[in-house]
């Protein structure tokens, strides 16, 4: 199962731990909607600005979030294939 959260107010004038809560949700701009693994730690912080979002289960997995490395860190993996693909 999977909670899509959609930030339906302003966060103008929240505190620094709301704001906090609302980025590590992957929300950025109003209207911003994310689908997120239903875990108690995501509820807890969606119950926690529960008064800016709306939250709703639907069926299904969330997507899996795969991290990536720094651009520049790709650039030069990149650059070091090329070379190693040339000699």
Same mark, same amino acid.
């Given at each position: 199962?999977?909670?899509?959260?959609?930030?339906?107010?302003?966060?103008?004038?929240?505190?620094?731990? /709301?704001?906090?809560?609302?980025?590590?949700?992957?929300?950025?701009?109003?209207?911003?909607?994310?689908?997120? /693994?239903?875990?108690?730690?995501?509820?807890?912080?969606?119950?926690?600005?529960?008064?800016?979002?709306?939250?709703?289960?639907? /069926?299904?997995?969330?997507?899996?979030?795969?991290?990536?490395?720094?651009?520049?860190?790709?650039?030069?993996?990149?650059?070091?294939?090329? /070379?190693?693909?040339?000699?």
């Amino acid at each position: 199962m999977a909670l899509k959260v959609k930030l339906t107010k302003s966060f103008a004038g929240s505190s620094v731990d /709301q704001l906090a809560t609302i980025r590590s949700l992957g929300l950025k701009k109003f209207g911003d909607e994310r689908l997120l /693994q239903d875990t108690p730690a995501v509820r807890g912080m969606v119950n926690k600005v529960r008064h800016l979002v709306t939250s709703e289960t639907v /069926q299904g997995d969330a997507p899996k979030t795969t991290r990536r490395k720094p651009r520049h860190i790709r650039e030069r993996d990149a650059a070091r294939a090329s /070379q190693a693909s040339k000699a």
